[in-house]
């Protein structure tokens, strides 16, 4: 009779030491998926949408370099580009995915150019990409009037010079670029690979002499304020003064220019998806 209790006690403690083992093992389950989903997973997110930054710019990048091209060359041909938008869920946890948008800006760019008697204004669109970031900081990337610009709030970079030279220190050209996109095909938001196709249209010179201020407006004077502050126009012994409002940019030389030229150069572009 004492044997039957005691192996009875044993095969009690046993069932007991096994509930208390599988509540532990669920417990650490559940503190290891906690600390996964709260630590991990958004740090995971975070590098994985910082790297498709990168990838953006280095298409846009691509994107500038096939305009600049196409309007040297002033070939009427078509030039494709393709511009990912979003990012994939993580594989496994199916979380993380992104969607961004793309469109072709119409008249975001406004340029002025005045001397004593007269001043001659130009219009320009442009490419605007914008992330929708769940955990990195959101950025817009804009290829406007041929300068390639990345935007953070609250500030703006310049990643790349419109085409430009100067020659005899006071005569300037300048290239600027006005994308067209078609009716219907200028926009798209969501996730996939996208293809731009880009052709030259034509090419149109505007000369001004005795150039004395130029005026822009723009949703990002900073980056314009980092090309007229470039090495070639500090270098070209121009001597001038800047001002920078929250959408313009206001620059005064102290002598007028000589000739500035503005090579307007119409570009059409199409929006298509590529694959998703």
């Keep these: 009779m004492k044997k039957d209790k005691k192996r009875k006690l ?23 998926v906690g600390i996964v989903q709260t630590v991990h997973v958004p740090n995971w997110l975070k590098q994985k949408e910082a790297h498709h930054m990168n990838d953006v710019q280095t298409q846009f990048t691509q994107l500038k ?34 969607y961004d948008t793309l469109e072709i800006l119409s008249n975001n760019f406004q340029i002025t150019f005045s001397n004593a008697t007269d001043s001659f204004s130009l219009t320009t669109s442009g490419i605007l990409y914008s992330s929708k970031n769940s955990h990195f900081v959101d950025q817009i990337i804009c290829l406007e009037a041929g300068a390639l610009i990345l935007s953070q709030t609250p500030s703006s970079i310049l990643l790349g010079q419109p085409l430009f030279s100067i020659t005899n220190y006071t005569n300037v050209s300048l290239w600027l670029f006005d994308i067209a996109g078609l009716e219907g095909k200028s926009f798209v938001s969501g996730y996939g690979t996208y293809i731009l196709s880009n052709e030259f249209i034509s090419r149109t ?22 090309f007229f502050n470039s090495s070639a126009f500090v270098n070209s012994g121009l001597t001038y003064s800047m001002t920078l409002g929250s959408q313009t940019l206001h620059i005064e030389y102290s002598i007028s220019l000589g000739n500035f030229d503005i090579e307007v150069i119409d570009i059409h572009s199409q929006l298509a998806i590529w694959r998703y």
């Design 205 to 226: 010179t505007h000369r001004i002499t005795d150039v004395t201020s130029i005026n822009i407006s723009t949703d990002y004077p900073e980056a314009w304020g980092d």
């Design 10 to 32: 044993m095969t009690n403690n046993s069932g007991v030491v096994g509930i208390v083992a599988t509540v532990l093992l669920i417990g650490l389950i559940i503190t290891f």
């Design 65 to 98: 370099y096939t305009i600049d091209v196409l309007s040297l060359l002033e070939e009427h041909v078509s030039i494709a580009n393709y511009i990912t938008l979003g990012t994939e869920e993580l594989p496994v946890l199916n979380t993380g995915r992104t």
